[in-house]
């Protein structure tokens, strides 16, 4: 279904310490991330997730399902929306295992992500 939430990403200063600290929280799980500079992907009961470093302070990113990257980019420009210049997709593995990411803001300059899955799930 379109419009869900269907992945989040905490921006923090050391994935090590959110790995710790997310994990002793909520008991979620970690495995490396697809990014060379490190952090994680996030099993949670629910909906997954990321973790990347050098980012402290940040609010997080959540991302909406989409089923068509392409067309939900043309739709978010037609409402006068913008899309980042914003690359996730690191290689043709990444995508395989995580789907395309595309960080865009609404009319009135407010950040959102858009994610759509692996053609898998």
Not at 66 to 72: H, I, Q, R
Request: hydrophobic share 35%; aromatic share 14%.
């Amino acid at each position: 279904m379109a419009g869900e939430i269907s992945f989040f990403e905490l921006g923090v200063g050391d994935f090590e310490a959110a790995r710790a600290f997310y994990g002793g929280l909520f008991g979620w799980t970690f495995e490396p991330g697809p990014n060379e500079g490190g952090g994680y992907a996030i099993g949670t009961p629910n909906v997954p997730g990321g973790v990347h470093g050098g980012d402290a302070g940040a609010s997080p990113y959540l991302f909406f399902r989409v089923d068509d990257m392409k067309a939900a980019l043309d739709r978010v420009r037609e409402l006068g929306g913008t899309v980042d210049d914003f690359d996730a997709e690191s290689d043709d593995e990444s995508v395989l295992r995580f789907g395309r990411f595309t960080l865009c803001r609404d009319d009135q300059g407010s950040p959102f992500g858009l994610h759509e899955p692996p053609k898998n799930t």
